[in-house]
């Protein structure tokens, strides 16, 4: 019998334990490989998840340990769906997500295509071109804070210089118009990186004899842009567009750092909202509901994104 | 033998005498704001070291992230902190959660009378309910919302020629709000030194309580009340009323026509940031900064002066400051209790002041000497006499957020009328108490 890795294992477990686990179905192993695992995701995620759908139905404040929890029904998701202030904050989230999305896809993609053709300092490019997606999005907030300053901010500064206008003249952070504006500038410019390294590895896995064969059949370039690039690199874009739109779904840390929701509320989006309910007002169980709303909105959307995604795959 | 059986007694009650030293030297911790007058406060607590044998460890927290550390801390029962100055709004849930200490019988038994305290601090700082005799802190640091400016701009010849053009009056501090903005908007843009500089830097900060305790800097000069009667949360009419909608209009002109560019979302850091550098003639804050102004090499002494909020149809200054209280979940409350006594005592009062803070004990504020103790002690005492808080009440952060969003809406953001701002502001306050059951 020739020696397999599964017998050099056997040969090597200790009599004691091999005596234990005699007897063992792979099945019954399996599952004790498994089940921390189990229990780490029912204890992590499943738990907290039918605690806050508990806690959604009821008054419960969570500074408040000592006051009445009262159930008070559908009431809480009422409020929130008939509140006009948080469909601002939803409309602010879509357009905030709508925008960075295709202005990452759109540069992404296209720095990817020029990043693939072969040139000296290809590799320098690449690197300097991901810097921005290694800082913490707390510094990149904080120092696009400063280039946005209309007195002594660098963006103001290069704005004035090509259109005329005095730097202070306009302010991007302190806008209503301009604000919104403001933070997909910024997510854009932290994340088109990554939208980029994801195009590149579609672009890399698209093999050479097929544009060979395209060359064949005297295609243009154009069409083969259209009917071999745009194709085989479409399921690694959808994939890079599923990542970023949950990713700024959730977007919280750089827009607080940025506008901390202002001016106004022009750019309070859901995650901030939901924070300031859950965690500055402390109303734990009207919080409860809006993650709720939240989480079933992420979920349905992410569902049917994914199986788009794997009717593209399929074809 | 003998020699060794008092060998052993002497041996046994040095260790015991040193035991009972351990036991008692404690090692407590106080949380606050980080800003000067903490400092102030840790060369302070020397002398209590010094006289106690405890140790003293601080906890100083930036304060936009203040209150929601702090307030996290006390939610979830922490040990953290022995010794709490907390602000003045959290009292009603730091009463009613059982967060604080009650003192009342601590301070019988020590002789510790709060009559001996400003009346104002005392009500603001130390009672829950409201004015009735139920003590959960000792006024520890009084503070108000006041004004300071450049005094050697408001001295030179050329500008006061320029603004009597301007306006057909002297340039002076000034002694309404409408004045104030006058004087802001007349400093607008102007050239000093071949510098652009700006009228005012105000409080306009979104995210903690900024835009709230700049805003009611004018509306509690123009009359404003939160309840039509005290105690009955009624507030339609009161917070809603006609002056409350000049004043909250009056705000947002000055924000619009008297500050420098950007400032749409500033503080106390952007405001001390905006006078030290020299961007402004006016700017508003605490109090509690005029010291370290003061001090500055660029921007104070002959340079700077100060003055309380202008008042407009009545006097009215926004309350600062802040009550200590001992933490219900320390382990270290005799120790913690032992501070407050020791804080409390005159003497430490008056070296309170001398160092920087702000005493709140009528043996220093009454001393004939204090107003010319210090070139802002007079204002700081005017500025006492007519303060008002915001909502103490244990959902006071609710209460706040409402009030922060409903004025950036309108103020920054240019969202609606100052009516409907503060009639949604009421509608939000409205719910906030029903929940509360108040309602």
């Known amino acids: ?315 | 033998m003998k020699n060794l059986k008092l060998a052993s007694v002497s041996a046994l009650t040095v260790a015991a005498a040193s035991m009972a030293s351990t036991a008692q030297a404690e090692d407590l911790t106080l949380c606050w704001a980080a800003w000067d007058p903490a400092n102030a406060l840790v060369e302070l607590s020397k002398e209590f070291e010094s006289q106690s044998g405890h140790n003293m460890s601080f906890e100083f927290i930036p304060w936009p992230n203040f209150a929601d550390r702090m307030l996290n801390e006390l939610n979830s029962g922490g040990k953290l902190c022995d010794l709490l100055i907390g602000d003045s709004q959290w009292i009603g849930g730091g009463a009613e959660n059982g967060h604080y200490v009650k003192l009342n019988d601590f301070f019988d038994k020590e002789g510790i009378s709060m009559s001996d305290f400003a009346d104002a601090t005392v009500y603001a700082y130390s009672t829950w309910p409201k004015g009735t005799p139920n003590y959960y802190a000792l006024p520890a640091m009084g503070d108000a919302n006041g004004w300071f400016y450049r005094k050697d701009w408001f001295a030179r010849d050329d500008i006061k020629a320029a603004f009597k053009d301007a306006t057909g009056r002297e340039l002076a501090e000034p002694k309404s709000q409408k004045e104030l903005l006058e004087i802001a908007q007349f400093f607008q843009g102007r050239e000093i030194d071949g510098k652009t500089v700006y009228g005012a830097s105000i409080f306009t900060e979104r995210g903690s309580e900024g835009i709230t305790m700049g805003v009611t800097s004018a509306l509690y000069p123009w009359g404003f009340k939160y309840e039509n009667t005290p105690g009955s949360y009624d507030m339609d009419g009161a917070v809603n009323s006609p002056e409350a909608v000049e004043a909250l209009e009056f705000y947002k002109e000055f924000y619009e026509t008297a500050t420098p560019p950007g400032y749409t979302n500033s503080y106390m850091g952007e405001s001390l940031d905006a006078f030290k550098s020299g961007q402004v003639a006016m700017a508003m804050n605490w109090f509690a900064f005029f010291p370290g102004l003061y001090a500055d090499p660029n921007t104070g002494g002959d340079k700077i002066d100060f003055f309380v909020n202008p008042p407009q149809n009545q006097a009215g200054s926004t309350l600062g400051g802040q009550g200590i209280s001992v933490v219900a979940y320390s382990d270290k409350q005799d120790a913690a209790l032992e501070y407050i006594k020791w804080f409390a005592n005159p003497d430490v009062q008056a070296k309170w002041w001398s160092l920087g803070g702000y005493s709140a004990h009528n043996s220093v504020l009454n001393d004939p000497g204090f107003t010319d103790s210090a070139p802002f002690a007079g204002d700081f005492l005017e500025a006492m006499g007519s303060v008002q808080d915001f909502w103490q009440e244990p959902a006071y952060a609710e209460l706040l957020l409402a009030m922060q969003k409903r004025l950036h809406d309108y103020i920054v953001a240019d969202q609606g009328t100052a009516q409907e701002a503060l009639d949604k502001l009421v509608e939000d306050w409205t719910e906030v108490f029903e929940d509360e059951g108040k309602l």
């Open chain 1, 1 to 315: 019998m020739s020696e397999t890795p599964v017998t050099r294992a056997a040969a090597a477990t200790p009599k004691r334990v091999a005596r234990r686990i005699k007897g063992l179905s792979d099945r019954a192993i399996a599952w004790i490989f498994v089940a921390p695992t189990i229990f780490l995701l029912l204890a992590i995620n499943i738990f907290p998840l039918i605690w806050t759908i508990n806690l959604s139905f009821t008054n419960f404040k969570a500074n408040r340990i000592g006051r009445e929890v009262k159930n008070v029904g559908l009431r809480n998701y009422e409020r929130i769906l008939t509140d006009s202030d948080i469909w601002l904050n939803m409309q602010a989230t879509a357009h905030f997500l709508f925008w960075t999305i295709f202005f990452q896809v759109l540069i992404g993609f296209t720095l990817a295509y020029l990043i693939n053709k072969k040139f000296k300092g290809n590799d320098l490019w690449t690197t300097i071109i991901v810097l921005p997606m290694m800082l913490s999005p707390a510094v990149v907030g904080n120092f696009w804070k400063f280039l946005y300053q209309p007195q002594i901010g660098l963006f103001n500064y290069i704005v004035a210089f090509f259109t005329g206008k005095d730097p202070s003249s306009f302010e991007m952070l302190g806008s209503v118009q301009l604000a919104p504006w403001s933070i997909v500038i910024v997510d854009t410019w932290m994340w088109t990186p990554f939208v980029m390294l994801i195009c590149l590895a579609g672009l890399r896995s698209i093999p050479d004899y097929i544009y060979e064969a395209a060359e064949v059949d005297r295609a243009s370039k154009l069409r083969q842009f259209f009917t071999i690039t745009i194709p085989m690199v479409l399921p690694f874009l959808m994939l890079a567009v599923l990542f970023r739109g949950i990713e700024n779904f959730k977007m919280f840390d750089l827009v607080v750092q940025l506008t901390g929701g202002g001016p106004g509320s022009t750019t309070e989006l859901t995650s901030i909202n939901l924070k300031r309910e859950a965690f500055e007002k402390w109303r734990t169980g009207y919080a409860s509901a809006y993650a709720i709303i939240l989480f079933v909105t992420v979920f349905g959307l992410a569902s049917i994104y994914v199986k788009a995604l794997n009717k593209v795959k399929e074809r």
